[in-house]
T-cell receptor, first 115, second 114 residues
């Protein structure tokens, strides 16, 4: 089974702190994604990566950066956390394989609260 | 730009009743289509997907969905709701402009009354 793990289920940080959210997948997937999920807004893509050291902005990249130094690990960084970044953060991965149809596999999520 | 519309942010059914969650997409080319389920405080789990072939797709937990190209729809159904089906459901389509991305609907929360 594909497994996507996230470093924390719950996180509380203070305004202005630098925050790191870590995501690891164990199925050798090429693609990894970070989303945030807010009530009524569904999932919004922050950044994605299609290869090591490669990244592309999603729909809402402002205030975030990412790092992918190894294929299995994709980190989301909040350079200076603000209260409007309080949200549920979901990591996902997918394969480029034929027939996968872009199916994404999700981690359990990190609920971040910024005070 | 492509979009996915899920009609109804909340749907309430009685236990044992038919579940119907609606999903329409905008695309000129038949896309890949997905339904995901999210239980409280968890990530998303794939229910079913349509890539090619038979347009009626069966998934886990008794759910199924039918791809109707003429209606650009991919509605999710289950003949008889269980209390354990209470969750949020997301429809998604592959992004034809990007071979990696999915476009998600805003979600439908299913409530099951005893």
């Amino acid at each position: 089974d594909v497994k996507v793990t996230q470093s924390s289920r719950y996180l509380v940080k203070r305004t202005g702190e630098k925050v790191f959210l870590e995501c690891v997948q164990d199925m050798d997937h090429e693609n990894m994604f970070w989303y945030r999920q807010d009530p009524g807004l569904g999932l919004r893509l922050i950044y994605f990566s299609y290869d090591v050291k490669m990244k592309e902005k999603g729909d809402i990249p402002e205030g975030y950066s990412v790092s992918r130094e190894k294929k299995e690990r994709f980190s989301l960084i909040l350079e200076s956390a603000s209260t409007n970044q309080t949200s549920m953060y979901l990591c996902a991965s997918s394969s480029d394989g034929q027939g996968s149809g872009n199916e994404q596999f999700f981690g359990p999520g990190t609920r971040l609260t910024v005070l | 730009a492509q979009s996915v519309t899920q009609l109804g942010s909340h749907v309430s059914v009685s236990e044992g009743a038919l579940v119907l969650l609606r999903c329409n997409y905008s695309s000129s080319v038949p896309p890949y289509l997905f339904w995901y389920v999210q239980y409280p405080n968890q990530g998303l789990q794939l229910l079913l997907k349509y890539t090619t072939g038979a347009t009626l797709v069966k998934g886990i937990n008794g759910f199924e969905a039918e791809f109707k190209k003429s209606e650009t729809s991919f509605h999710l159904t289950k003949p008889s709701a269980h209390m354990s089906d209470a969750a949020e459901y997301f429809c998604a389509v592959s992004d034809m402009d990007s071979s990696y991305k999915l476009i998600f609907g805003s979600g439908t929360r299913l409530l099951v009354r005893p």
